[in-house]
């Protein structure tokens, strides 16, 4: 594979995934000390997502862990994959986004999606008595956009703190409308391949013909997710990986729980039918040793052109998953020598 492509830049995204055997609080632990050690690796910056009402995954306070995490590190850029803006007035995210940036200058992010990302009780019990609809997702991102400006003369309704820090905002999308939306804005674009794979290539080239340069952004920037499983060895790595294909198993039967701990020969032991679902849901993954990583970050560098991987690491053992993250970040500095020579 050609190696003249530019280096793509790594992140991670964080579920802060409950494991089996260990409490939310440990969950939360995890969080900082991965972000500290990405932080050590030189990642460009640590996302938290919402979610609610999911057993296993303790991330609903995403503005919460957000601050968490940035007080837990020194450089790395810290924010939202993403917050779901159906569930929360403008205003609100304006308020504790600007309140994060004013906590830590130069590092906050803010990644917006339009679903819920639960189910219709808990969305129900998020929103009360509002009424709102993915439909509205333009119009609550034009009002952020204007409540994290400068404020203006005259100005009624002013976030503060918020006017003014102008927080970076990432459209995030597993389908072609944030692609078209985060385009037509000119901003940043975050496209869901660790979980929602099919349209990447679609979604991407779409964002790009039809971008259009902002105040924010003069070129497109594409970032996508990458499930990782990283080891000494590719069987290793495969073992590891299974703690994955039982979540993803999950999700898929709607029988959510804790991260389970490795299962050696779990997905020989499924119906093909399973199988063949859980590979079409981790078809961006990256799992393996570090010559098959390599070639895994070459590959999507060569297909996709994008700027950003933000790996998912969905490793049970907290320590194999900070090696993980070793595993890559040296796989990656292979794979394009010339951008380590030239750091």
Same mark, same amino acid.
């Given at each position: 594979?050609?190696?003249?492509?530019?280096?793509?830049?790594?992140?991670?995204?964080?579920?802060?995934? &409950?494991?089996?055997?260990?409490?939310?609080?440990?969950?939360?632990?995890?969080?900082?000390?991965?972000?500290?050690?990405?932080?050590?690796?030189g990642f460009v910056r640590y996302w938290l997502a919402e979610h609610h009402n999911i057993p296993g995954v303790a991330s609903s306070a995403t503005a919460v862990l957000v601050g968490h995490v940035a007080g837990a590190t020194e450089r790395i850029r810290v924010g939202s994959g993403g917050i779901m803006l159906p569930n929360h007035a403008p205003l609100v995210v304006a308020e504790a986004f600007g309140t994060l940036a004013e906590l830590y200058p130069g590092r906050i992010d803010l990644g917006l999606g339009?679903?819920?990302?639960?189910?219709?009780?808990?969305?129900?019990?998020?929103?009360?008595?509002? &009424?709102?609809?993915?439909?509205?997702?333009?119009?609550?991102?034009?009002?952020?956009?204007?409540l994290l400006a400068p404020a203006q003369p005259g100005q009624r309704l002013v976030a503060l703190p918020g006017a003014g820090t102008e927080v970076p905002i990432w459209l995030l999308g597993s389908s072609l409308y944030s692609a078209r939306l985060a385009a037509e804005r000119g901003l940043p674009y975050a496209f869901a391949s660790h979980f929602a794979p099919r349209l990447l290539l679609q979604a991407i080239e779409l964002y790009r013909q039809n971008f259009r340069p902002s105040a924010q952004l003069d070129r497109p920037y594409v970032m996508i997710g990458v499930p990782l499983a990283a080891a000494p060895t590719d069987e290793e790595a495969e073992y590891l990986a299974s703690s994955h294909y039982q979540r993803v198993l999950g999700i898929l039967s709607n029988q959510r729980g804790l991260l389970p701990p490795p299962d050696a020969g779990f997905m020989e032991r499924l119906p093909a039918q399973h199988r063949?679902?859980? &590979?079409?849901?981790?078809?961006?993954?990256?799992?393996?040793?570090?010559?098959?990583?390599?070639?895994?970050?070459?590959?999507?560098?060569?297909?996709?052109?994008?700027?950003?991987?933000?790996?998912?690491?969905?490793?049970?053992?907290?320590?194999?998953?900070?090696?993980?993250?070793?595993?890559?970040?040296?796989?990656?500095?292979?794979?394009?020598?010339?951008?380590a020579l030239a750091a």
């Open positions: 594979m050609s190696t003249t492509l530019p280096s793509p830049r790594l992140s991670m995204l964080d579920l802060v995934a &409950v494991r089996q055997g260990s409490s939310v609080a440990d969950a939360l632990a995890l969080a900082s000390r991965t972000a500290r050690h990405a932080e050590s690796l339009r679903a819920p990302g639960t189910d219709g009780l808990t969305m129900r019990a998020l929103r009360r008595d509002r &009424v709102e609809s993915e439909d509205d997702f333009p119009a609550d991102v034009a009002e952020l956009q204007r063949a679902a859980i &590979v079409d849901f981790l078809a961006a993954g990256v799992i393996g040793g570090p010559a098959t990583v390599r070639e895994g970050f070459l590959r999507l560098a060569e297909l996709t052109g994008a700027d950003e991987l933000m790996l998912v690491c969905d490793i049970h053992d907290p320590a194999l998953r900070l090696r993980a993250l070793d595993i890559a970040a040296q796989a990656l500095a292979d794979a394009f020598p010339q951008a």
